[in-house]
Nanobody, 121 residues
Framework: QVHLVESGGDLVQPGGSLRLSCAAS????????MGWYRQAPGKERELVAD???????NYADSVKGRFTISRDNAKATVYLQMNSLKPEDTAVYYC???????????????WGQGTQVTISS
């Protein structure tokens, strides 16, 4: 089995920063794209940022210039550095990874349990 475990969610004031981490574990052949999604109350889950295993990053327009995604392939970990946080960034943030395993030789998406990020004064 594959597990994704997120950490780093918290309550911070507007303008503050947070760093989210997500580590994958299990019997993994290859991790392809890793990324972060978020879901605010009453809204659909949306892509925040993702990164290929080659390091190519993609960001939602709403976070460009404020958030930075990075990954450490040796640690099977993806990070999301979030700066200049706004109240509208409040959401549950989910880690996603497209992973190839024995039971999924062409890969499938795995999701973390989510971590709450709340931006409020």
């Amino acid at each position: 089995q594959v597990h994704l475990v997120e950490s780093g969610g918290d309550l911070v004031q507007p303008g503050g920063s947070l760093r989210l981490s997500c580590a994958a574990s299990g019997i993994i052949f290859k991790i392809n794209t890793m990324g972060w999604y978020r879901q605010a109350p009453g809204k659909e889950r949306e892509l925040v940022a993702d990164m290929s295993n080659g390091g190519s990053a993609n960001y939602a327009d709403s976070v460009k210039g404020r958030f930075t995604i990075s990954r450490d392939n040796a640690k099977a970990t993806v990070y999301l550095q979030m700066n200049s946080l706004k109240p509208e960034d409040t959401a549950v943030y989910y880690c996603m990874a497209w992973i190839t395993t024995l039971s999924h030789p062409i890969g499938t998406d795995y999701w973390g349990q989510g971590t709450q990020v709340t931006i409020s004064s």
